[in-house]
């Protein structure tokens, strides 16, 4: 009834249930990915005996690879749950850096922005 409106509504900062959602599927998603990654490495013990040179190179390119990956999931992971927590204290989608709001539309494309693009451009630019 009346309050379907309130329990959909945006909060103080502009945020809905379809963020909160989007946010909790992603982390969802990268954890999954680094489960996976945990039991391909147990898999991995099982040597067959008879490596290559040229099949070690394959898989330690293949290992690095993975490695890069898994690194990238758990960043992920971990700016993900920063986000939910930001959420929760009411500072989501407020750069870190200048204090502004960061836009609906770069929040809907990564959710779990901690910088206004002004200010990200400038990290980017510093680390460049
Ligand atoms: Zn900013």
Redesign the pocket.
Known sequence: MGDDRDRNGADANGHDADQVERLAKLKEQAEDALARYDLAEGAEDRGDGHHHPAEVATDMDERERELHEQLRWRERAEALAAAEQAMSEGTYGI?V????E?PAGRLKIKPDAT??V???RLVEQGRG
Not at 97 to 100: Q, Y
Request: with cysteine; glycine share 18%.
């Open positions: 750069c850096d200048c204090g502004g960061i910088r206004c002004e200010c990200q």
